[in-house]
């Protein structure tokens, strides 16, 4: 039982490239998300998913873009990184009352 | 609009020294408050949720308690391995059956052996 993981673990961004961010869980919970950590700034959520083929948005979504095909995906998609999308990257998965987040990617971008 | 706020930002105590950390919140309808403990380069780990007023929990050497406006987490007699950053976060009502939580900036706890 992995849990709940995210690759890659760093990666580095131009202005205006495109890249997937994976997220896999093994634990069969409907409910994943994204959030992005910034200094300063506590944990935004920027999409979310109650299952497979239904997403919706967060807090903070503009510039990203999800799809659930599957219980266990759940990829995040930069169309066209900026260097404000520059920040850690957690992916978590829900059951009940209680997160199991991903161990997060560092992304920056130049 | 559902705020939290985490008061101290950073906190140094020597091993032994108990103290608390505070959890502000504003939300409209709380369903449940969240703690959590962040090492550094890793994801959060879920340590309690607190639904009511008066409500406590404890694990370790961690007590959360919660009120109408606030929680603390007091930590009794601090190990260093119980240095990382606390997040507290809240979640407010539920749209869709999904759970959107609001997070705290997080206390950095540093115990000194």
């Known amino acids: 039982n992995a849990g709940v993981t995210q690759t890659p673990k760093f990666q580095v961004l131009k202005t205006g490239q495109s890249m997937t961010l994976q997220c896999a869980q093994d634990?069969?919970?409907?409910?994943m998300s994204w959030y992005r950590q910034d200094p300063g700034m506590g944990l935004r959520l920027i999409h979310y998913?109650?299952?497979?083929?239904?997403?919706d948005q967060g807090e903070v979504p503009n510039g990203y873009n999800v799809s659930r095909s599957t219980t266990e995906d759940f990829p995040l998609r930069l169309l066209s990184a900026a260097p404000s999308q520059t920040s850690v990257y957690f992916c978590?998965?829900?059951?009940?009352?209680?997160?199991?987040f991903g161990p997060g990617t560092r992304l920056t971008v130049t | 609009e559902d705020q939290v706020t985490q008061s101290p930002e950073a906190l140094r105590l020597q091993e032994g020294e108990s103290s608390s950390l505070n959890c502000s919140y504003t939300?409209?309808?709380?369903?449940?408050l969240f703690w959590y403990r962040q090492d550094p380069g890793k994801g959060p780990e879920f340590l309690f949720t607190?639904?009511?007023a008066g409500e406590e929990k404890e694990k370790e050497r961690l007590k959360a308690t919660l009120t109408k406006k606030e929680s603390f987490l007091h930590i009794t007699a601090p190990k260093p391995e119980d240095s990382a950053t606390y997040l507290c976060?809240?979640?407010?009502?539920?749209?869709?059956?999904?759970?959107?939580?609001?997070f705290g900036q997080g206390t950095r706890l540093t115990i000194n052996p």
């Open positions: 978590a998965s829900t059951m009940g009352y209680e997160q199991y």
């Open positions: 634990m069969n919970h409907e409910y």
């Open positions: 998913s109650v299952g497979a083929g239904i997403t």
């Open positions: 939300v409209s309808g709380l369903r449940g």
């Open positions: 607190l639904y009511s």
């Open positions: 976060a809240v979640q407010a009502v539920l749209i869709q059956g999904a759970q959107k939580l609001v």
